[in-house]
């Protein structure tokens, strides 16, 4: 069975950063990811990209920049029309939930690392 593929916003090459740390687990939880990140680099055999590149059947998109740096990718996000975007701790953003839900795209406030740790992703 194919996972779904998701996207991280924020991609970082720092091991101490959740999200890399999330797409360690992803990976070893046989998801396919894409990356979308402040540099560019190589992230497990997977390109961090920096513009917003319109990926393909995007199921979720999960979130580690801050609320204050969401702004641009408002557009972006809904044109990749995922099934849900995930708010990971410190990234939660009223504005941007309200603008998913007037584009029925479901959101939770969660954490990518614990929903993977509890098979609840």
Not at 3 to 32: F, V
Not at 45 to 62: A, Y
Not at 81 to 87: D, G, K
């Amino acid at each position: 069975m194919e996972k779904n593929k998701t996207l991280i916003i924020g991609a970082s090459l720092k091991p101490e950063r959740y999200a890399y740390k999330a797409a360690q687990k992803l990976i070893e939880h046989g998801h396919d990811i894409y990356l979308v990140g402040n540099r560019t680099g190589t992230l497990f055999g997977k390109e961090i990209h920096t513009e917003s590149v319109s990926f393909p059947d995007v199921d979720t998109v999960t979130l580690y920049v801050s609320a204050k740096n969401q702004t641009d990718y408002y557009d972006y996000i809904i044109s990749l029309q995922p099934r849900r975007v995930i708010f990971n701790p410190g990234t939660e953003n009223p504005k941007l939930e309200s603008l998913l839900q007037s584009h029925d795209i479901v959101f939770e406030r969660a954490c990518t690392l614990v929903l993977l740790g509890t098979n609840a992703y």
